[in-house]
């Protein structure tokens, strides 16, 4: 039997489904329905930079226009139906997962002690208890709150003094949750004060073999269709390695099936999916035309490859990358329309001006930046003013830009 092989266009149509961007962007934006959107993308990355808005929230108001960082800070802090930890980097997860990330705590603790000395490493274990003690003692603290008295380049990561070292090993490793933030510090607590014993029990943690079979269904089940390393990069808990094999383990059992992805310059990539694809509803319903603004670190674009593969879109963000060698900006926004990525914009809000300044866009190839378009961009960062603390939209002189022609 010939295998299946999607279209570029149906390729599209199943991704921007599973990554919630067919619908209009729509409805309830706090509460249940938020934790559930939560919940169908897996994660939200948390990031500080705050040039309009910051990414966890621009990434939940893109599809929930409705939503406000309140509600976030809410379903986290009071409710406590959301945990922070690392996936690809730091992330608000559902409660739920807590038992699948025991794998992740273990290999982490793991990690991080390989990365010390002998004598490192016995005086940060001395320095563990000491921060437990405090935590327990005095309550939930802040980096800032433990270590006073130590310098900074006597700790083991980035230059950090030894408690902040010990705040995060134990974070990490999973003495310590984190409780939520007062700015974008976070607030440490003992697990065993703030989690349910049953979430925290080892003994209740799935084993290894369980941890890769729901990280693998899991991810599988978030993107559609992806290679092994997709699947193990979705996560970030499990090697591409353990990915593969899962792969082939149900293959075997005729529980995924190889097809084909026709890319945006035609060529065909294999991945898996689950038999039936096909099938899929999302091939019936064509995505919202409603053009908006996504975040550098938005779910459906955190793969750089699959991106450029399934939208032709180019892209990293260059806030790392000195001024001069710069080809867009330090941190520009992507521009979706339909299942086009049709350009890029460089913008930031300026709060003392009460303005959201347009600096530059640029189309994408091939994209014709036309009146209605340029209406329904304006339409967009217009809404995004509520979102971003202003209330004016400014735009810069010679902000259009010719289409985009470079590839990094």
Request: aromatic share 10%; net charge positive.
């Amino acid at each position: 039997m010939n295998a299946l092989t999607l279209t570029n266009t149906q390729a599209r149509q199943i991704f921007m489904d599973r990554h919630l961007l067919s619908d209009a962007p729509q409805g309830v934006g706090n509460g249940e329905a938020l934790a559930q959107m939560i919940h169908a993308l897996g994660f939200v990355q948390l990031d500080s930079i705050n040039t309009v808005a910051r990414a966890h929230d621009l990434i939940l108001w893109s599809r929930r226009p409705r939503y406000r960082p309140k509600a976030l800070k809410t379903l986290y802090e009071r409710d406590k139906v959301l945990f922070e930890h690392w996936t690809h980097d730091a992330a608000v997860i559902p409660l739920a997962f807590y038992p699948q990330w025991h794998l992740r705590r273990t290999r982490d603790a793991e990690r991080l002690r390989s990365r010390w000395s002998k004598d490192r490493r016995d005086g940060f274990e001395k320095q563990f208890q000491v921060v437990l003690d405090q935590i327990r003692e005095q309550g939930p603290c802040c980096s800032s709150d433990v270590g006073k008295d130590e310098k900074r380049g006597s700790g083991g990561w980035w230059d950090w003094h030894p408690s902040k070292t010990a705040l995060e090993y134990l974070w990490r490793s999973g003495a310590l949750c984190v409780i939520g933030r007062d700015g974008f510090k976070k607030r440490y607590d003992l697990t065993e004060r703030v989690l349910d014993q049953v979430l925290v029990d080892p003994g209740n943690a799935p084993d290894e073999a369980a941890t890769i079979d729901w990280c693998c269904d899991q991810a599988l089940q978030r993107l559609g269709f992806a290679t092994h390393g997709e699947l193990a990069a979705f996560w970030a808990h499990i090697t591409p390695a353990e990915a593969k094999a899962w792969c082939a383990r149900q293959i075997a059992q005729g529980d995924l099936e190889e097809i084909w992805i026709t890319a945006a310059d035609g060529t065909q990539k294999p991945s898996f999916a689950c038999p039936g694809l096909d099938q899929d509803p999302a091939f019936g319903t064509p995505p919202s035309t409603r053009l908006r603004v996504l975040s550098p670190f938005d779910p459906a674009l955190r793969d750089r490859k699959r991106a450029l593969r399934l939208f032709g879109f180019d892209y990293r963000v260059e806030m790392f990358v000195p001024e001069p060698q710069r080809i867009y900006g330090y941190y520009v926004f992507p521009i979706l329309q339909g299942d086009r990525l049709v350009g890029r914009v460089d913008m930031k809000a300026f709060r003392d001006q009460d303005k959201l300044r347009i600096r530059a866009l640029w189309p994408e190839r091939g994209v014709r930046w036309g009146s209605g378009r340029q209406r329904a961009f304006e339409t967009e960062v217009q809404r995004l003013t509520r979102l971003a603390g202003v209330s004016q939209v400014m735009f810069e002189d010679g902000w259009l830009r010719a289409s985009a022609d470079h590839r990094f």
